[in-house]
Each structure stands twice: as C-alpha cells, then as structure tokens.
C-alpha cells in the first residue's frame, strides 16, 4: 500500500463534481477534478438552474462562506410566483411561492452559467481542464487510475463519476445501467427583457415562474432571469453595498455574459414534432414551434417568434432506467452520471448537489477514522440510490412521453380533471395553501439532513 495522503479524483467539472470538490477542500482531503472543457471559460451554457432548499444547503455546507454569499448575490431575483396558465395565457391558478426570509432555505433562481463560474471560482488550480476520460484500471494496491485521451492518467484512492448522463465511468463500472429517451422533445429559446418582450407576458409570471398546460399534452415553462449587472457588466444601481462588493470582487464575472431575459421552453410528446426535429435549424425551430401552437396566445407566439436564434435548441429528454443497489468500492457516482432525470420536477442539479454534501460528509468520516472507505462509500450509495430513483421515477411521471395528457382521447380527460382541480384550489384557500406548502416541501422545504453532516472545516 502507498504512503500518500488519500486522494480523491473527480471525474467531471459539473455542478455536483465542483461543489464536491470545495467541500473536499474545506476538509483538507486531497483531490483532483479533471474536466474535458479546454479552459474555465468554455461550455458555458446560460439557461435557468431552480436552487431549491435543499441545493442551497448543500452549497451553504460545501462552500466557503464567502463564496456561498457570492453565490446567493450572483443569483437573478427570486420568483415570487407560480402560475399554471392556460394556452391563452390566462391564469387557470397562481401560488405565491414560500418565502422563508432565509437566505438559504428559499428558492433560488440561478443562470447555469453563472453557477458554472460560481463553483469554479478560488478551486482552479485543483482542475485539469482538456481531460477526456477514456477509462479506469485497478491496481494491485486496490487503488485506482484513470486513462485520459491525451495519454495522460491520474492515480488515485477513490474515483467519483460526476461526468453526466454520458457518464463513461458508469460505462465501465455499471454498463447496465442505462438511460433511455423520456419520450420528450422540448424546444427552448432566450428573449432579452425589453418593454416590448415584457408586456407579452403577465405580471405575476414576469416576477415568477409560469407553466402553460395545453390540450395535446403541450406545455411550456417561462422563466423570467434579472441580474444585478446591467447590459454592459456594470453593478445595476439599487444593490446593496455587500452584494455590490461581492459582485466586484468576483473573478467569474469576467467569464459571464449572462444578462436579463425571459427564457421560454415548449415541449410535447415526441411523437408530435417532425421526425427530424432535432436536426432542425433555429429559424426552424421556432417555425415548428409557432405551427403547432395555431391557437395560442398571440402575445405568447410573438414571444415565441423573438427568441434569440443563437440560444435556440431543441434537448430530447431522456432519463435513467433505475437500478438495484450494486457491492460499494472505491469507484462511486453522483448526479446525472447515475441518476439522470427528466426537468418534470426541476430537481436535478440539487440532487446532485445533495449526492456532494453527502458523499463529502462520509469521507471526511473515513479521513478522521470514523469509518472505513468502503463503509462510508455503502452508506452514501445506500442513501443516493434511494432518493436518486425515486426523484428520477416522480420527475419522470411528471414529464414523460407515457403520461395521460399526452394521448389522444384520455388527454382531455386529464387536462379536464387538471383544470378542475386548479379551479377548486383557486376557490378554496386551504386547497390552494397545501398546494403552495407541499410544492416547497417536494423541494426538500424541510429536509433535516443536513444538519447531521459532519461539518468540512472540523475533520
């Protein structure tokens, strides 16, 4: 056996890797993140992230503390709203969303670029950009190596795959855990704030988040994102003096071109987009998009007809195929690399936020001798494979091809009950309430766990 210090090699510089890697930091464990991206600033990509309660506390535990406010201050404004909306763009209900006045436990509003320079910020040294896993060898010492396509390799303790729904370490180490198509193409687009662009849409939508459910089983989301820096860069007036120092002093902001906008994204059953939609070019994207919505809401198509063609693309959804739980090893996974899910509950990044601060907890454990590494590794898959799945299994009853609403006869049914109950919870204010409180507590509004993990600065 080697006298090194225990070194942990993070397979992927996504948002669960680079928020794992700062707690491993705070912790002192040794590690390394090899990321395939060839400098900080590529693969930025700038559409919404919702950090709910329980992603805020995982980064509130696995940040430094000034980055975790950098973070919260780097977020857009807060929804205050939920409204489901008919394809006319008249509210069918409208939730006023939980505000704790905690500036963790709050839903939070955050561009994935933004998060992407966040987590990258005061850690750069400890990232290998231009590192493309090939794959992974055992030694005879029982520690592990990973094959890069530059004919590198990094040797290390523990191997963590957090390289996405692609993951080519799950290849290797779980090839039958797969991921399939969700049944779902969705097609989404940004539009910059303007007076025009923001009068298309309703106020409480403007200053929330807004879910058309339509006949057919069309749906489409609307996002409005608003920054603390203008057009240009330059600190909005109106910040608070902190938040504006922050927001000075932070080196990610040269790397982000994040500005306001309204981010739209239509999705219906694959089965009713042109086959070859996914080949389709921006211009034809939204053509498609403005076909198949004839009789919506003019305002709602003209937003459609003004999405940026260069943030315009079309995502067929896919999912994970859960799996049973497999024999703990030095080889380990978090996020989309096992548990891969569908935007039906939006829950994706912060399970793979909640996998970091848990995975990051038993192996401080194992470092102070708590543990062993194959028990701290068994009881953080015990619990990931439990949550993951079920996420993976309720976002995908939410958005999936299979669903009532997307077939031809039983999907106005359902729309009808839908809206049925929308009417009787818009009438009826406990109704309303519980929808409004369960929505928080789906989004981990109450989870306790966090307070049981072993703090990183006290290992």
Not at 304 to 323: C, L
């Amino acid at each position: 056996m080697t006298d090194a210090p225990f070194h942990v090699l993070i397979i992927g510089g996504g948002t669960g890797g680079m928020a794992l890697a700062h707690g491993l930091k705070r912790a002192g464990i040794s590690f390394a993140v090899y990321e395939r991206e060839q400098t900080r600033s590529a693969g930025l990509h700038g559409y919404r992230v919702g950090i709910n309660p329980d992603g805020s506390r995982a980064l509130k535990y696995l940040l430094p503390p000034e980055l975790f406010d950098t973070f919260r201050v780097t977020c857009a404004r807060a929804p205050k709203y939920f409204s489901f909306l008919k394809e006319d763009l008249k509210p069918s209900l409208t939730l006023g969303l939980v505000d704790s006045g905690d500036p963790v436990n709050s839903e939070k509003s955050v561009s994935r670029m933004t998060l992407r320079q966040v987590l990258l910020t005061g850690i750069e040294d400890e990232v290998r950009f231009g590192k493309t896993f090939t794959h992974y060898e055992k030694e005879a010492d029982g520690r592990v190596t990973a094959y890069f396509d530059d004919g590198t390799a990094a040797t290390g303790d523990l191997l963590v795959a957090a390289d996405g729904s692609n993951s080519r370490v799950r290849r290797q180490y779980l090839p039958h855990a797969q991921v399939k198509d969700a049944g779902i193409v969705s097609v989404t687009a940004k539009v910059p704030i303007t007076p025009e662009s923001r009068a298309l849409i309703p106020p409480e939508v403007f200053q929330g988040i807004g879910l058309v459910v339509a006949p057919k089983g069309y749906s489409c989301i609307l996002h409005t994102m608003e920054f603390g820096w203008d057009h240009e860069g330059r600190i909005k007036d109106g910040i608070g003096g902190n938040d504006a120092e922050l927001l000075k002093r932070w080196p990610g902001l040269l790397f982000d071109n994040t500005r306001d906008y309204i981010n739209w994204g239509f999705w219906a059953s694959a089965d009713k987009f042109p086959p070859d939609v996914l080949k389709k070019s921006p211009d034809e994207l939204i053509e498609t998009v403005l076909n198949m919505t004839p009789d919506w809401s003019p305002a709602l198509r003209e937003l459609f007809g003004m999405g940026d063609r260069r943030t315009t693309f079309p995502i067929n959804i896919r999912t994970s195929v859960p799996v049973p739980r497999w024999s703990a090893g030095n080889i380990t996974l978090l996020g989309d690399a096992i548990h891969t899910m569908t935007p039906g509950q939006g829950v994706g990044a912060n399970t793979s936020l909640r996998d970091a601060a848990r995975l990051c907890s038993g192996l401080i454990q194992y470092v102070r001798g708590d543990t062993t590494l194959l028990q701290a590794i068994d009881t953080y898959e015990e619990g990931m494979v439990r949550y993951g799945f079920e996420a993976v299994k309720e976002s995908l009853k939410q958005t999936g091809g299979d669903q009532p609403l997307h077939k031809p006869v039983i999907g106005r049914v359902a729309l009808a009950a839908l809206r049925g109950y929308f009417w009787v919870a818009r009438h009826v204010p406990s109704v309303r309430e519980k929808m409004a409180r369960d929505l928080y507590l789906d989004r981990g509004g109450d989870r306790a766990e966090y307070g049981r993990l072993v703090p990183p600065g006290e290992n």
